[in-house]
């Protein structure tokens, strides 16, 4: 089974996210918005999606929920924050977490950043990514 990412965000970072992710071979969706990731996630089983906190015309706190209120608990994915702002607070991190994501990783990214959050947070994540690395 290839693991199915979504990388929603609207700058270069998805670029960098995909290139890092690509040789794991994973299945991998972009969008810019935060209306297309709704779009996507509703039409196509993602295991996990990568999604900026500030994209144009929703942002990823709003799309998280939306999410997470019209997709059937079997096809929930995990969600994990992007941001860029390298300093989440306390009441930050309260926001995120009550808005649907599981997690969040900072900007830029860096390969273990990556790797990290997906194996933390995708169930035999590690063993699928590995055994697709081949």
Known sequence: MQVRALLADDDISKELLA???AAYDLHIDLCDTGLQACTLARQGKYHII?????????????????IREHLPNEDQPIIIASTGNEVITR?????????GFNDYIFKPYTQQSVIDV???NLLGAEDL???NQG
Request: aromatic letters at 14%; glycine letters at 6%.
């Open 50 to 66: 990568f999604m900026d906190i500030s994209m144009p015309d929703m942002n990823g706190l709003d799309a998280t929920r939306y």
């Open 129 to 131: 990514l590995y055994a």
């Open 118 to 120: 997906v194996n933390d």
């Open 91 to 99: 009441k930050g991190k309260e926001q995120l977490f009550m808005s």
């Open 19 to 21: 290139e890092f992710l």
